[in-house]
């Protein structure tokens, strides 16, 4: 058998290669070399000057405001906004030339169609409609939950209050279909088509009448009442999950970035500033602790079940970098539709007088199978008739129209500039980031003119 003859290779190629070999392979070379390294970046980061530019760069955008300095905030703002839209731009026209021109047609045609007359303005009229609708909702539910749990809460002020009343209306009159539209709700001060019409205007009842003393009122279905009130309700769900998303793209930027976000640093130093904390700090601090562990799931229960714990939410969720769409569609699940459900159930179960018969009989039964609450049973007895008496109420009577300044118009004022505080801090904060990276560029080009003026000497 005949065996091939190996390939012969030169001496000093041997010894070349030899070299080359025993340096890749020396790890102690390799780990000094890297050591210095970094012992040279990290020593170029502790120069003075860098420091004191990174303190200047700080001051400089605590400084940044609408109040304070509003020229140069909307100045950054604009060129953020600039910049992010060419960056958009030169993305669309690399990889979606093809969605560019289908959005250019959309828009031309929506033109179109606003401008020209014709039998479509009909639909463009109902379009504009909803959508003012569907901004309100959305804009009532940002308010509520935007500020850490300091937001306006909205729920108490604007749609619990709309769901009582379109149930007590419904229970006066015996129907549930009296919406002109689905938008047909109170929004921007200008109320509901039915607020003010009596239920002779609205058509004959369509569920059986409950047998009361005197009042008319109708037994009308729980689910019947929740289709027409369930679209508003779910808007302002939806907006209650976007304004927990300001605090979670500032905590997960101040975390990128290696600085720290005051709420939670205070919450860290809380056991230690304070001798004896309350049950509520220390379900915080189980929370900041334990949140990093969470995940979609658990985030979902948090997000569903109306606790102050998940004022933290977005904050613990951007600091320890839980991935945006976990974050958010378990934030969107819980509170639009789970959350959003359970508090329109309660609301339109509170004002359902069926439901408020029941639970008088049920106080009655009771009181008579405990003796020692007689002396309570006239003061029990007659706030539950008052409050069956105000949900029933005058079956035909339409509610009087009311002129000059209101609570309600009040509180229009108050929301409306809870929403421009909102919009500012938006601007604010795109001004900051576009700062920082700048700020950040500024900075790496000093540390790197150091570098080489240090390898230099």
Not at 13 to 33: C, F, I, K, R, T
Not at 103 to 118: E, K, P
Not at 220 to 225: A, D, E, L, R, S
Not at 268 to 276: I, K, R, S, T
Request: hydrophobic content about 45%; glycine content about 8%.
């Amino acid at each position: 058998m005949e065996f091939e003859e190996e390939p012969k290779v030169d001496s000093n190629m041997e010894g070349e290669v030899s070299e080359v070999v025993e340096l890749e392979a020396d790890p102690l070379l390799q780990a000094n070399q890297s050591d210095e390294i970094v012992d040279d970046a990290e020593s170029v980061e502790r120069l003075p000057v860098v420091a004191e530019l990174k303190r200047s760069h700080t001051m400089q955008r605590e400084r940044l405001g609408l109040l304070r300095q509003p020229i140069e905030t909307l100045r950054l703002a604009i060129l953020s906004l600039l910049y992010q839209c060419r960056l958009l731009w030169i993305h669309v026209l690399s990889h979606h030339l093809r969605v560019v021109g289908a959005g250019v047609l959309t828009i031309a045609i929506i033109i179109g169609l606003a401008v020209v007359d014709g039998p479509h303005e009909y639909y463009v009229r109902e379009a504009i409609a909803y959508f003012r609708f569907a901004v309100w909702w959305i804009g009532l539910g940002v308010a509520s939950s935007i500020g850490l749990g300091s937001g306006l809460h909205t729920f108490v002020l604007y749609l619990g209050p709309h769901i009582a009343m379109f149930a007590v209306r419904a229970s006066q009159c015996g129907r549930v279909d009296f919406k002109a539209r689905g938008y047909d709700t109170p929004q921007w001060g200008f109320p509901p088509s039915w607020q003010h019409r009596e239920c002779s205007e609205l058509g004959e009842p369509m569920f059986p009448r409950l047998p009361t003393d005197g009042l008319e009122s109708y037994v009308v279905p729980i689910f019947k009442v929740l289709l027409q009130v369930q679209l508003e309700a779910v808007l302002w769900g939806i907006g209650t999950a976007i304004g927990e998303l300001p605090p979670y793209f500032v905590s997960r930027a101040a975390r990128l970035s290696g600085e720290k976000v005051k709420e939670l640093e205070d919450l860290v130093n809380l056991p230690e500033e304070l001798d004896h904390p309350s049950l509520y700090d220390r379900l915080k601090v189980w929370g900041l602790k334990r949140f990093s562990q969470l995940g979609f799931f658990a985030i979902l229960i948090f997000a569903s079940v109306p606790n102050p714990l998940f004022d933290l939410a977005g904050l613990m969720c951007g600091h320890f970098l839980v991935p945006f769409w976990k974050f958010f569609l378990a934030t969107l699940i819980g509170k639009a539709i789970i959350k959003t459900h359970i508090q329109t159930i309660v609301v339109i179960l509170a004002c359902n007088p069926h439901v408020l018969e029941a639970l008088e009989a049920g106080f009655a039964w009771v009181i008579s199978h405990l003796p020692f609450l007689n002396r309570l049973s006239p003061s029990i007895m007659a706030l539950v008739g008052s409050v069956k008496d105000k949900v029933s109420g005058n079956a035909g009577a339409a509610v009087p129209v009311k002129s000059g300044y209101t609570l309600g118009s009040v509180w229009n004022i108050v929301v409306q500039l809870m929403m421009a505080g909102f919009v500012a801090s938006i601007i604010t904060a795109t001004a900051q980031g576009y700062l920082l990276e700048r700020q950040k560029h500024e900075v790496s080009t000093l540390v790197e003119d150091l570098k080489k003026k240090k390898k230099q000497e």
